[in-house]
């Protein structure tokens, strides 16, 4: 059996939390580049198989789909923001690392994956326009509604459509950063895959924001002329998401499990 134990497990997502502190700004500046692309590319994909579903069968679809780019990300060992928010939290509540450290991997590490994640998001416009020399066909259209969705219809809710982004992005990394940690749950490649699998499905699935995969959808909207303004993009959708990221991944993921599996509970 590969099946990590939960006692063991929370051993093993500290390990890593010491281990990602100590990374040097180059390495976590490159894993997050890494990172933020293959997310991109993940969503592209999501987005492109899903074209004429109705919502319930696009939303399953896109769903089972997504994961792809987290589990390539879990395999490689990337370093990945929204992942880090739990794991680098678990290590300052057990002593493995401190609030600097831990801030420090958080700041170059979201950099990186915002570089990457922009990086892909604008070669794959080049793509779908042929160098800008068309219209981008229908998975330009998609990237464009959806990132419309993510930021003007938040803006035409005020304060409730910023508090909405915020809760949305807590529901989202919840699920996600369960993913990291599950990435450690199993010692074999197949298992890794089919455990990060579960939860991040489930957030895709429900469209709940992540402050990394939008990275990715909003830009390139506005690279293929989505009416967003750099303004809009980042008060209505990746400040408050990036915060309630921070909240589901530090709090319900990394603390919530670090006090449910305590050595001295047990």
Known sequence: MDHVAPLRLMEEVEAASGKKAALSVNCMLLKGFMSGA???YATA???KVTEGLPPGPAAL???AVFPVGFAMIVLLGM???TGNFAVLALGVARGRT???AMLRN???VYLGNFIGSVFVGYLIAVALTGAFGHEAGAL????IAVAEAKTLSYADDGAAGWLTAWVKGILCNWMVALGTFLGLSSTSSAGKVVSVWLPVATFFALGYEHS???MFIIPTAIVLGADITAGQWLWWNQIPVTLGNIVGGALLTGMLLHHCNRPDRH
């Open 38 to 40: 293959l997310l991109a």
């Open 45 to 47: 994909l999501a987005f």
């Open 61 to 63: 679809v896109a769903g």
């Open 79 to 81: 370093e990945l923001a």
């Open 98 to 100: 401190d609030p600097a």
């Open 106 to 108: 958080w700041g170059w």
């Open 140 to 143: 330009g259209d998609k990237v």
């Open 212 to 214: 990394i995969v939008n």
